[in-house]
Every structure is written in structure tokens, then in C-alpha cells.
């Protein structure tokens, strides 16, 4: 089932050190994943996205890695800013809708 | 080029009122989903159109909220008689095609007293 109200989790982090942040999905027929960038009061921001066909795809700053056998992503950022503070959600993409993960709040100190 | 505009951005209902929210989706996209997004959790999603079609609405509730994308002019997502339960943020996405990127709006915030 489904919790409702509970905390995010949170991962704190210093300027400059790199973050990572996990995520395990639940239909093994998915093929293709998106990692959101959500700040306080805003609309879902596209960072990332990687197919089912590949382990591993890098962008600026930005790395995803998929592990199909456990259902498994992970969002790696490196030298994580200030400006990077936000929830973070993985979504796979269905025939034409996202299923989103619960999220993770990163918190970036100065 | 303006991207995917959501209005009101906050609205505030009394229980038993209709509540209409608003979405205009960025120029040439014609594929519109609505996500409902509850306190500290995951957007979820409720019901994807195209133009004057609904394409899927499994995530809908069978009762009170209706969607529509009409041929000119927004699309609408309608609750009538709301209750507290759904007070929550609301997200419009849009894209080129049913496979394509969806980029968010900034969201409708609906509390409901």
C-alpha cells in the first residue's frame, strides 16, 4: 500500500561534495527513466534520462546509473551547489504516463 | 517562447464547491497530463488528454473530477463538491507526442476549508 504524510528522505550535503541519490522502481517492463528536479513551489524540472538499453548516461554535472537486476536508479551529482538543493524524483515512463517515486530532499550547505 | 502556464496558481475552496483549474500547454504540444501531487510525496498522475480526446483516465477518481481539452483553449480539470481530501497541489505537463519529453507547469495549489 501506499504511505501517505510521512517524511522525505533527506540527504545533507556540503558545497562541493558529490551526492547521490538512490531509487528502486517497481515494473520490470520499463524502459526508459527520468530524474526531476522539484523546487520549493515549482513544477517537476527534467535533469536526466537514460533508456533500459544502457547502464550508465552522463550530462553536465549530472550522471545516471540503472541496475535492471535489482530495479535500481541513481542519480549522481557532482560538486553539488547550493542552487541544487531540492526534491529529487525518479519517474518511468509507462506507454505514455509517469509513474513517479516518492523523492528525496538534498539539502546543499554552503 | 513561454512555457506550460497553470491558473490560479493557489485556490482556496469551501467544502461543496466546484473548483476549475486551468491549463495552457506550451505552443505546438498538443498532449496534456494532469498530476496531483499530495504533501510530501510523488506526483500522480490522473488523466492524460489530446485534443478534445481522453486518451487514458485510469488515475482519475470515477467521482467528481472531470478533465476536458477542448479544440481551442485550455484544458480544464474540474472537481465538483470538493472535500479536504483533495487539497493538494495539481500539475499540468505537456508534450509534442505521446512518447515525447513532459515539461511541468508551476502548478495549481488547491486548499479546500
Known amino acids: 500500500g501506499e504511505s501517505v504524510g510521512l517524511h522525505l528522505p533527506t540527504l545533507s550535503v556540503q558545497e562541493g561534495d558529490n551526492s547521490i541519490i538512490n531509487c528502486a522502481y517497481s515494473?520490470?517492463?520499463?524502459?526508459?527513466f527520468i530524474w526531476y528536479k522539484q523546487e520549493s513551489g515549482k513544477g517537476p524540472q527534467f535533469i536526466i534520462d537514460?533508456?533500459?538499453?544502457?547502464d550508465k548516461r552522463q550530462g553536465q554535472r549530472v550522471t545516471v546509473l540503472l541496475n535492471k537486476t535489482v530495479k535500481h536508479l541513481s542519480l549522481q551529482i557532482a560538486a553539488t551547489q547550493p542552487g541544487d538543493s531540492a526534491v529529487y524524483f525518479c519517474?518511468?515512463?509507462?506507454?505514455?504516463?509517469?509513474?513517479f517515486g516518492k523523492g528525496t530532499m538534498l539539502l546543499v550547505s554552503p | 517562447n513561454a512555457g506550460v502556464m497553470q491558473n490560479p496558481r493557489h485556490l482556496v475552496r469551501r467544502r461543496g464547491q466546484e473548483a476549475r483549474l486551468r491549463c495552457s500547454p506550451m505552443?505546438?504540444?498538443?498532449?496534456v497530463y494532469w498530476y496531483r501531487q499530495l504533501p510530501e510525496e510523488g506526483l500522480k498522475f490522473m488523466v492524460y488528454?489530446?485534443?478534445?480526446?481522453?486518451?487514458?483516465e485510469s488515475g482519475m477518481p470515477k467521482e467528481r473530477f472531470s478533465a476536458e481539452f477542448p479544440k481551442e483553449g485550455p484544458s480544464i480539470l474540474r472537481i465538483q463538491q470538493v472535500v479536504r481530501g483533495d487539497s493538494a497541489a495539481y500539475f499540468c505537463?505537456?508534450?509534442?507526442?505521446?512518447?515525447?519529453?513532459?515539461?511541468f507547469g508551476p502548478g495549481t495549489r488547491l486548499t479546500v476549508t
Open positions: 505537463a505537456s508534450s509534442t507526442d505521446h512518447v515525447g519529453e513532459q515539461y
Open positions: 515494473n520490470s517492463a520499463s524502459d526508459y
Open positions: 537514460i533508456r533500459s538499453n544502457m
Open positions: 519517474a518511468e515512463m509507462g506507454y505514455s504516463t509517469l509513474t
Open positions: 505552443k505546438g504540444h498538443s498532449h
Open positions: 488528454l489530446q485534443k478534445e480526446n481522453i486518451i487514458d
